[in-house]
């Protein structure tokens, strides 16, 4: 049995997550909703540590903020693990998050899949520390790492057209370029510029299939690249054909 406390001052939110976790295939028992991180403190401070097993609190809540309540659990329970739950998506929130050592940053709307995950991951540690007879200690946080290839995802799907910088992407989401780089190459298995080939490569079928009076070097252009002949060969290296050959719905036979 996982044992969630929800702290949010959104009552729809609240009010879903109960919702959502009741219908997963996971033992999930929420001991405390609250709308504020004091109420969830008062609440909190009477447990022990085998009376939860994840908190789930929101940032800007009144009375009490939700690193206000983070800085009160970790002297409370060093390794409860405790998940961010906040509709903001700038990275500062996020920065801070993983400085306080929580296991994941859920962004609003939340996604069903990464809230399963997370329980599966709290449900995970519970059952090794119940077979070690020792509690676990928290991982190097991993939801401030999904966060930033996150971010690092749309950021390269809203700007594909532009010039790849990865200086700027490090500004942007304000963490050191070799960093991110590793950091996304082991998260995906791809490195950032293959994964931005990749956006622009679907973006080119879509023009080639949906606009077919487009010439290539307009193609090229609405993609990222000024070159046509460089799109050309890029394309045909990926797609085994030509642009032109792709928008004609030519297709090279096995050999």
């Known amino acids: 049995m996982i044992k969630v406390m929800i702290a949010d001052d959104e009552e729809v939110i609240r009010r879903g997550l109960v919702k959502i976790t ?6 999930v028992k929420v001991i405390g909703s609250y709308g504020n991180g004091l109420e969830a403190w008062e609440h909190l401070s009477t447990l022990g540590e085998e009376d939860i097993d994840l908190l789930i609190t929101d940032i800007k809540m009144p009375r009490m903020d939700g690193f206000m309540l983070i800085e009160e659990v970790r002297v409370h329970m060093k390794n409860l693990s405790i998940a961010v739950l906040s ?8 920065r801070r998050a993983i400085r306080y050592g929580v296991l994941d940053y859920l962004l609003k709307p939340i996604e069903k899949a990464q809230l399963y995950e997370l329980l599966k991951r709290v449900q995970d540690k519970k059952a090794a520390a119940l077979k070690t007879g020792v509690e676990s200690v928290q991982p190097v946080p991993e939801g ?8 690092t995802k749309a950021i390269l799907e809203k700007e ?3 010039n790849f910088e990865l200086e700027r992407l490090a500004d942007t989401v304000g963490m050191n370029a070799s960093y991110i780089s590793r ?10 510029t293959d994964y931005l080939i990749g956006i622009r ?3 080119a079928k879509e023009l080639l299939m949906e606009h077919p009076d487009l010439k290539n070097y307009e193609i090229a252009e609405k ?10 060969k890029l394309f ?18 096995k050999s």
């Open 183 to 192: 950091l996304f190459k082991f998260k995906t298995g791809q490195t950032i």
């Open 236 to 253: 045909k290296r990926i797609c085994g054909m030509t642009p032109k050959d792709y928008k004609s719905g030519y297709r090279i036979p």
């Open 201 to 203: 490569i679907a973006k």
């Open 87 to 94: 509709g903001f998506s700038e990275f500062e929130y996020a």
């Open 144 to 151: 401030g790492e999904h966060y930033v290839v996150e971010q």
């Open 223 to 232: 993609v990222g690249y000024s070159d046509p002949v460089y799109f050309n």
């Open 160 to 162: 594909y057209v532009h």
């Open 22 to 27: 009741s219908r997963m295939d996971l033992e």
